[in-house]
C-alpha cells in the first residue's frame, strides 16, 4: 500500500513557476514508476511526466516538454515537478501517481496509487 500527499500547488502569473511535490509512504517506493497527471475543468485527466522507478529514464507530454521537469529522490520517498514559463492553459488539479513497474507510463490504467490532488491556477 501506497499513499501519496501532493503539495505545493497555487495561484500563479502566466510565464512565472511552481514545484509539485509528492510525499509518499511506505518502504518500497523506489519499487514503482511514478507519473504526474493534471485535470483541468471540464476536461478528461491527462497525462504530464513520468519517471522510472531509478530516476535514470523520464517521459513528458509534447505540450510540457522543454518547460516542465519531473525527479524523484527515492531516499525521501519523494517525486517534484517543476513547471516553468507556465501558461494559462496549464491550470488544473494535479495528481501524482504510483505504477508498480519500471518504466514510467502515460496510460492512466496502469497506475495503482493516486493521492488526492493539488490546484494550479495560472492567470493571463
Known amino acids: 500500500q501506497v499513499q501519496l500527499v501532493e503539495s505545493g500547488g497555487g495561484l500563479v502569473q502566466a510565464g512565472g513557476s511552481l514545484r509539485l511535490s509528492c510525499a509518499a509512504s511506505?518502504?518500497?517506493?523506489?519499487?514503482?514508476?511514478m507519473g504526474w497527471f493534471r485535470q483541468a475543468p471540464g476536461k478528461e485527466r491527462e497525462f504530464v511526466a513520468g519517471i522510472s522507478r531509478s530516476g535514470g529514464s523520464t517521459n513528458y507530454a509534447d505540450s510540457v516538454k522543454g518547460r516542465f521537469t519531473i525527479s524523484r529522490d527515492n531516499a525521501k520517498n519523494t517525486v517534484s515537478l517543476q513547471m516553468n514559463s507556465l501558461k494559462p492553459e496549464d491550470t488544473a488539479v494535479y495528481y501524482c501517481a504510483a505504477d508498480w513497474g519500471i518504466n514510467s507510463s502515460s496510460r492512466e490504467y496502469v497506475y495503482d496509487y493516486w493521492g488526492q490532488g493539488t490546484q494550479v491556477t495560472v492567470s493571463s
Open positions: 511506505g518502504r518500497t517506493f523506489s519499487s514503482y514508476a
